[in-house]
């Protein structure tokens, strides 16, 4: 009876053993392995064996990580405190570097990726924070994938999620995008009264050299006149009527107008022309005056 409980004990332990000694790593697992505590070959994906009690074996996943980077609070170039979210993606590119160079490479990782936010940011001012992006999330990946290379790790990307602003410094904001629309609201209204007023200036000697040209802008401004508004009613009138009436009317306030000269009759009070004798019968009236 006795030898039977040792023949099942001594069966357990073998079997323990042998489950122990048998690892199946999936295709984007590595083992690294420590025999009596030097590290050994890396096992690649498939059926591992080692010695029972003498190796022991870390599994390490090749696959991109997500790292979500804690809010940090920054103070930028020019003075303003913002809070800055990130997010990092990297990847164990060796690693026997992982396991043997650094004790936790994810919390490595994430410290690494915290105080490089807060050292590139910083150096950066408030607008080139908010428009700039992009360049920012190469400097950050850059720095970061540099201090973690030695670790077997490469970081892939980082993004800077999310920027808060305090409110009075939003409220800045919108006044100077304000101010600034304004501006050029009215830079553009001064070019288009300069290239109006070009334009009028060449129109304006373009009739001068072709007064017909005139008349038709005239019918042409009667047209849009009737058709803006449909209680209006325009009446057109030569200008060619209205000389004579405007022959007729005094030169000046109080003074008779004078009537047109028939064909050959001097005009009463002009001087004849030189060379021309003077008439004996004025010349009497012209005597009589002055008496």
Same mark, same amino acid.
């Given at each position: ?29 590595? =083992? ?231 064909? =050959?009759?001097?005009?009463? =009070? ?22």
């Amino acid at each position: 009876m006795e030898l039977a409980i040792i023949g099942i004990v001594i069966a357990l332990v073998f079997l323990a053993l042998i489950g122990s000694s048998v690892r199946v790593l999936r295709e984007y697992e590595r =083992g690294v392995v420590f025999r009596l505590g030097r590290l050994i070959n890396l096992k690649n994906a498939g059926l591992v064996l080692l010695i029972p009690v003498v190796d022991r074996m870390v599994r390490v996943s090749l696959r991109v990580i997500t790292l979500k980077v804690p809010p940090q609070d920054v103070i930028t170039r020019d003075n303003v405190p913002v809070r800055v979210t990130a997010v990092a993606y990297f990847r164990v590119i060796d690693a026997n570097k992982a396991i043997v160079e650094v004790e936790d490479y994810f919390a490595a990782t994430s410290q690494i990726a915290q105080t490089s936010l807060r050292a590139v940011l910083g150096k950066a001012e408030l607008d080139t924070l908010l428009a700039e992006r992009e360049r920012l999330n190469e400097d950050l990946q850059k720095v970061i994938d540099q201090q973690t290379e030695p670790w077997g790790v490469k970081v892939l990307i980082v993004e800077i999620k999310d920027v808060d602003v305090p409110e009075t410094m939003q409220r800045a904001i919108a006044r100077q995008a304000e101010a600034e629309r304004e501006r050029r609201a009215k830079v553009i209204n001064a070019e288009g009264e300069f290239q109006a007023s070009t334009r009028l200036a060449d129109a304006a000697d373009e009739m001068s050299r072709n007064p017909s040209t005139l008349q038709l802008r005239y019918l042409q401004t009667l047209l849009e006149i009737s058709n803006s508004s449909s209680t209006t009613a325009v009446i057109p009138l030569p200008v060619n009527l209205l000389q004579p009436l405007l022959a007729q009317l005094p030169i000046q306030a109080g003074q008779p107008a004078v009537p047109p000269t028939q064909a =050959g009759q001097p005009v009463p =009070g002009a001087q004849p022309p030189a060379g021309q004798p003077v008439e004996e019968g004025r010349a009497e009236a012209s005597t009589a005056t002055d008496y």
